[in-house]
């Protein structure tokens, strides 16, 4: 079973930024399309960018034109460039498969505020 490891979450003030990491055990990202996703405090997980087989990305409305999602095959990695935070982004991202999710991985806390 392939797992994964998000990393890079942190306390970061109001417009900053932050990259996050998600690392997998095998390779997963050249055969699915994937996404990152955020559970904001007392909310449900949220999809808020995917990247397909063909590297077509699309964002959630609330991050469109802040945040881009990308990853490197060959290291068996993904990551959020994630900038000109807010409040509102702060939780817990996951990174996972867009359809038929694997088990969750622990996630990477991200704290925006002042």
């Known amino acids: 079973q392939v797992q994964l490891v998000e990393s890079g979450g942190g306390l970061v003030q109001p417009g900053g930024s932050l990259r996050l990491s998600c690392e997998a055990s095998?390779?997963?990202?050249?055969?699915?399309?994937m996404g990152w996703y955020r559970q904001a405090p007392g909310k449900q997980r949220e999809l808020v960018a995917r990247?397909?087989?063909?590297?077509?990305?699309s964002y959630a409305d609330s991050v469109k034109g802040r945040f881009t999602i990308s990853r490197d095959n060959a290291k068996n990695t993904m990551y959020l460039q994630m900038n000109s935070l807010k409040p509102e982004d702060t939780g817990v991202y996951y990174c996972?498969?867009?359809?038929?999710?694997?088990?969750w991985g622990q996630g990477t806390r991200v704290t925006v505020s002042s």
């Open positions: 996972n498969k867009v359809l038929n999710v694997l088990p």
């Open positions: 095998g390779s997963i990202f050249s055969i699915h399309a």
């Open positions: 990247i397909t087989l063909g590297g077509i990305t």
